[in-house]
C-alpha cells in the first residue's frame, strides 16, 4: 500500500487516497486469540503470523487491545495504553514492521471508568461536558440503536442521580461531540495510533455518533461531518492511511459514507456476508445476483471491504430491502438449529427485531467435512468480489462454536471470540487428516492465488453477468489482465456453456485456464461445475 501523490497541501481541498491494489487482504483477530502460557499474546500472534500468515496477507485488523471494563474490548477506559496482559507497544510496532495494522477508533463511546467519566461523575474538567445527559422521561422512541437494553442509564454523580445516553450498555457511555473539544481529543488519539503504526483507521460505531432528539439519530449530518473533519486532517498531513467506517446499516446509507470521495476510503459490504451465507446454504443465488448487479463502482480512491465472518455476529439488518422476511427466518432458524443465537435491538417504534446472527461461521454452513465445498467456495466468491477481502482468524481455522465462552461470560457474541492454545492450532493445520488443515489450505491456496491477479485489485472494474439462481457469474477487468468468476450454488454437478459468458473473439483461444486448478479448458466447451465450485477463468493477460 502506498501513498497517492496526487492530492497537494497547498489548498487544502484536494483529497488524497492511499493506493489499494490486489495484494491487500487483511486478517481480523483479537490479540489474544492466540495464547502460548505466559507469554505476551502480541507476540505469539506476531510469530504465528510471520511463520504462517505473510504469504497470504498484507495487514492485520488487531481488535480493541487497549485497557477496557466490557464488551471484548469495546469500553475503552484508556485509549492511549496497550493492555498490559496483550504486551506492550514496542510488539504493536514490530508487527507493523511486516503488516499493515488496522486500529480501532473507539470514538462513538467510552467505558464508565475512564477518566472523562469520572470527571462528568464529580463535576471537573474537562470530562464533565463529555457526555449526554438528559431527563428520565425524555422521549426517545425514535432513536435506532442494536440493543434492547435501556437508552438512558442512571448514574450516581455528586450532584445526584443523572441519566446518561449509553447506545450499547450502562457500561460504554456515549460522547457528545456538540462539544467541540470531545472531537479535538479523537483527533489526538488518532494521530497518535497513526504515529504507532497504523495504516488502517476503522471508526467503530460512528452512524450513532451524533444524537438530534426528533431524529432517529443514524448518520446524521453531523456524523458525515465529522468524518470529513477527520479526513480531510488525513490528508492535509499526507499520512498514508485508509480510514475505514464501520456502519452496519442498509446497504445505501453504507455505502454514503463514501461521501463525495472526502469521507471514507472504504466502507464495508455488510449486505455480502448475509447474502453469500444464504445462497449457499439455500442453493440459491438470486437475491446475492440481484444485489451484486446492482453495485455501484466505488468513487476512484475508494475500495470496498468484503468479509463473510468477524468478531461480530452475521448482520441482519444490511438484509433489509434486499431478503424477504420469510427468508430471513429461514437463516435465523438454520443458526438456531446448529448451535447459535440471535441478538435482538430495538426500533424505533418498541418493537423487538432480530439484530444478527451469532455463530461460527464454519458451524453456519454445517461445521462437518461434507460442508468444507460449500464453505470453500463462499471464501473463494468473497476473493474475487471487487474490493479488500478481510478474513477472520477463527474462520480461517474452520473453528467451531464455543458454547463454552458463552456460558462462561453471558455474552452470544462468545461463540465466535474464544481464545486458542497456539499449539494446538499448529498441530491441527499440519495434520493433514484434520478439518481445519483442509480448510487452511484451502482458503491459504486460494489467498496466495488471489494475490497475484491484477484482476483482482479493488480498482478493476466489476461486471455481474446475469444467470441462473444456482450460479453467479461476474467478469473482472483490469488493464493486465480479464478473469471470469463462476461461482456454483448448486450440490449437484452443473454444466455451464462457456461461450455463453465469453466474448466472441475469445472462443478460439487456445484454452482458457482456471486459475485455481491450473486447469485449461477450451472456450467452446461445457464446464462441469462440481458441487460449490468457484473457478477464476483467466480471459487474457497482458
Known amino acids: 500500500m502506498a501513498a497517492d501523490s496526487t492530492g497537494t497541501s497547498e489548498t487544502n481541498t484536494q483529497t488524497t487516497a492511499p493506493i489499494l491494489d490486489e495484494q491487500d487482504v487483511l486478517l481480523i483477530t483479537y490479540a489474544d486469540t492466540l495464547v502460548d502460557g505466559d507469554k505476551p499474546p502480541l507476540q505469539v500472534l506476531n510469530q504465528f503470523a510471520l511463520s504462517y500468515l505473510a504469504d497470504y496477507f498484507s495487514g492485520i485488523h488487531i481488535l480493541p487491545f487497549f485497557p477496557f471494563t466490557s464488551d471484548d474490548g469495546f469500553a475503552v477506559v484508556d485509549y492511549n495504553s496497550v493492555r498490559a496482559d496483550l504486551g506492550d507497544w514496542q510488539d504493536i510496532e514490530a508487527m507493523a514492521e ?4 488496522m486500529f480501532d477508533l473507539v470514538i462513538n463511546h ?19 461536558d463529555f457526555f449526554i445527559e438528559l431527563p428520565a422521561d425524555t422521549i426517545v422512541d425514535e432513536v435506532i440503536r ?45 494521530f497518535d495510533y497513526i504515529e504507532r503504526g497504523a495504516r488502517y483507521i476503522r471508526l467503530d460505531a460512528i452512524a450513532f455518533l451524533w444524537k438530534r432528539l426528533g431524529t432517529n439519530c443514524m448518520s446524521l449530518p453531523e456524523t458525515h461531518m465529522v468524518v470529513k473533519i477527520m479526513r480531510l486532517l488525513i490528508d492535509y498531513t ?98 438456531h438449529d446448529r ?19 451469532n455463530i ?4 453456519a454452513f454445517g461445521g462437518s467435512a461434507d460442508v468444507i465445498p460449500a464453505y470453500v467456495g463462499a471464501h473463494q466468491l468473497l476473493l474475487a468480489f471487487q474490493g479488500v477481502p478481510a478474513l477472520y482468524l477463527r474462520a480461517l481455522l474452520g473453528s467451531q462454536n464455543d458454547l463454552a465462552a458463552v456460558e462462561r461470560t453471558g455474552r452470544t457474541r462468545s461463540i465466535n471470540r474464544g481464545k486458542l492454545h497456539v499449539s494446538n492450532v499448529q498441530e491441527e493445520i499440519s495434520d493433514v487428516n484434520s478439518l481445519p488443515h483442509e480448510v487452511f489450505n484451502a482458503l491459504t491456496h486460494a489467498l496466495r492465488v488471489r494475490r497475484l491477479q491484477p484482476a483482482f485489485s479493488p480498482a478493476a472494474n466489476q461486471e455481474v453477468i446475469i444467470s441462473g439462481a444456482q450460479l453467479l457469474v461476474i467478469r473482472r477487468n483490469a488493464t493486465q ?47 462441469a461445475l462440481a458441487p ?7 480471459l487474457e493477460r497482458i
Open 98 to 101: 511486516n503488516f499493515d495494522l
Open 110 to 128: 467510552c467505558s464508565r471508568e475512564h477518566l472523562w467519566f469520572a470527571d462528568f461523575v464529580n463535576g471537573c474538567a474537562p470530562g464533565c
Open 146 to 190: 442494536p440493543r434492547n437494553t435501556p437508552l438512558l442509564s442512571e448514574v450516581q454523580t455528586y450532584a445526584g442521580p443523572k441519566h446518561v445516553w449509553t447506545t450499547f450498555s450502562d457500561d460504554q457511555i456515549d460522547l457528545n461531540f456538540s462539544n467541540p473539544e470531545v472531537l479535538c481529543q479523537f483527533i489526538e488519539i488518532l
Open 238 to 335: 499526507g499520512a498514508d492511511v485508509v480510514l475505514l467506517t464501520e456502519t452496519n446499516v442498509p446497504h445505501q446509507e453504507n455505502v454514503s459514507y463514501f461521501g463525495q470521495k472526502d469521507e471514507a476510503h472504504m466502507v464495508y459490504q455488510f449486505s455480502l456476508a448475509p447474502l453469500l451465507l444464504y445462497s449457499y446454504l439455500f442453493n440459491d443465488g438470486s437475491y446475492l445476483q440481484n444485489w451484486a448487479s446492482e453495485l455501484q463502482q466505488p468513487p476512484e480512491g475508494c475500495a470496498y471491504l468484503n468479509f463473510i465472518a468477524s468478531h461480530d455476529g452475521i448482520g441482519l439488518r444490511p438484509l433489509e430491502g434486499l431478503l424477504p422476511a420469510e427468508d430471513i427466518e429461514k437463516l435465523i432458524s438454520n443458526v
Open 339 to 357: 448451535g447459535g443465537f440471535v441478538s435482538m435491538r430495538t426500533t424505533s417504534g418498541g418493537e423487538q427485531k432480530a439484530y444478527e446472527m
Open 360 to 363: 461460527s461461521l464454519f458451524a
Open 481 to 527: 489482465q480479464k478473469v471470469l468468476v463462476i461461482a456454483s450454488f448448486s450440490a449437484n454437478i452443473q454444466s455451464v456453456s462457456l461461450s455463453s459468458f465469453i466474448d466472441p473473439d475469445l472462443l478460439n483461444a487456445s484454452g482458457i485456464k482456471d486459475l485455481l486448478t491450473q486447469t485449461t479448458y477450451a472456450a467452446e466447451q461445457a464446464l
Open 532 to 538: 460449490y465450485q468457484v473457478v477464476w477463468l483467466e
